[in-house]
């Protein structure tokens, strides 16, 4: 399984995802603030990858703190949770992240400082833990929907490398594959950063799964010609509603799906369902630098000086999603419902 991030001695490692698929190689962070410009630079991206390398960022800034005394911990908790909140306003995994370290901090206040620093790298690990094996349910709930063989579309990358392991997206293709299912992966390039045809087919291709990369514009024309038969993409945010904010280009794959009564499925995990945020309108989507659309592995595409719009998410509505696969189910219209009736019956489980 590619190791996308992992807590070591050192700090935390991470794959350089800019890199890829030429040079695989790891980039060690020894501070919280390196890991937050590792986040915000996307040598890690992905909302469930984001999310974890948050929690490990945390982690790490408060091992590293001199604190001398619960107050001064404090202190320094809240600095690295503010450093690190700035990286990626749309993945609301991040938020969830941060959410999370801080009740276990509040729980453990009182604690020594040792005590505190362990269960906090502890706390970061099992979420790591936790992300492979949500991925892995995700996949054995959303493999059942995809087709015995054909063609299959993802925008994007909701792979290995977009999590702790395994993927959301491509988690439901490889399981799907693993029931022996004939599976061949069309895949976006996902401009402007190619996420696509940079790194959905090499980790696909590392898995020996028969993967053809095609450019964003070329979508329509597979569907007309009959060689999709199903979508399968991430999420960074799923509102209340079920509107669903993913990498820029997800909405025109969604609105194509419709047009050709082609299933469009969105993969998960639970803790990118915002329920607090009621519907797509009110999602923040992350603006990104306008060199990434106005260059191309270095080398200028455009005159300089061009305005350019560089959003990195765009919003699918609810109406154009089949269905919403997580790792507690598979959720669907109408979201609003659905979702919380999962939200509940993991409460009542768990207590």
């Not at 698929?21 to 919280?32: R, S």
């Not at 290995?160 to 022996?180: D, F, K, P, S």
């Not at 996902?190 to 028969?210: H, N």
């Amino acid at each position: 399984m590619i190791q996308t991030l992992e807590w070591t001695d050192s700090g935390v490692r991470f794959i350089d995802q800019t890199k890829l698929p030429t040079e695989e190689t790891y980039v060690t962070c020894k501070t919280h603030e390196q890991v937050a410009d590792v986040i915000r630079n996307m040598v890690v991206r992905g909302a469930p990858a984001i999310g974890v390398a948050a929690a490990m960022g945390i982690a790490l800034g408060v091992k590293n703190s001199k604190a001398e005394n619960g107050a001064e911990l404090k202190k320094d908790f809240d600095q690295i949770c503010e450093v690190i909140g700035k990286t990626r306003p749309t993945a609301v995994n991040l938020f969830w992240a941060i959410r999370r370290m801080r009740e276990k901090f509040e729980y453990l206040r009182m604690r020594p400082l040792a005590q505190i620093k362990q269960a906090l790298i502890e706390e970061a690990q099992r979420m790591h833990a936790e992300d492979i094996a949500a991925n892995q349910a995700m996949g054995r709930h959303g493999a059942t929907l995809m087709p015995q063989s054909g063609g299959v579309l993802t925008h994007c990358n909701a792979g290995a490398l977009a999590t702790c392991g395994y993927g959301t997206a491509l988690g439901v293709i490889r399981a799907a594959v693993e029931q022996g299912k004939k599976i061949h992966v069309y895949a976006d390039e996902t401009r402007p950063f190619l996420q696509g045809s940079r790194l959905t087919a090499w980790e696909l291709m590392k898995d020996g799964i028969p993967t053809t990369v095609i450019s964003d514009n070329m979508a329509g024309a597979m569907m007309k010609q009959g060689k999709i038969g199903a979508i399968v993409v991430g999420a960074d945010r799923i509102a209340a509603n079920g509107d669903v904010a993913n990498k820029i280009g997800t909405y025109t794959v969604a609105v194509l799906a419709k047009e050709h009564d082609i299933p469009f499925y969105v993969a998960a995990p639970f803790s990118t369902i915002d329920l607090e945020t009621p519907d797509g309108s009110k999602i923040p989507i992350e603006q990104r630098n306008p060199r990434e659309i106005t260059h191309i592995g270095g080398k200028q595409m455009a005159p300089e000086g061009v305005e350019v719009e560089n959003p990195a998410f765009d919003v699918t509505p609810a109406k154009y999603v089949t269905a919403i696969v997580t790792e507690r189910g598979i959720a669907r219209p109408p979201y609003g419902e659905a979702l919380r009736k999962l939200e509940s019956q993991h409460l009542a489980v768990s207590t």
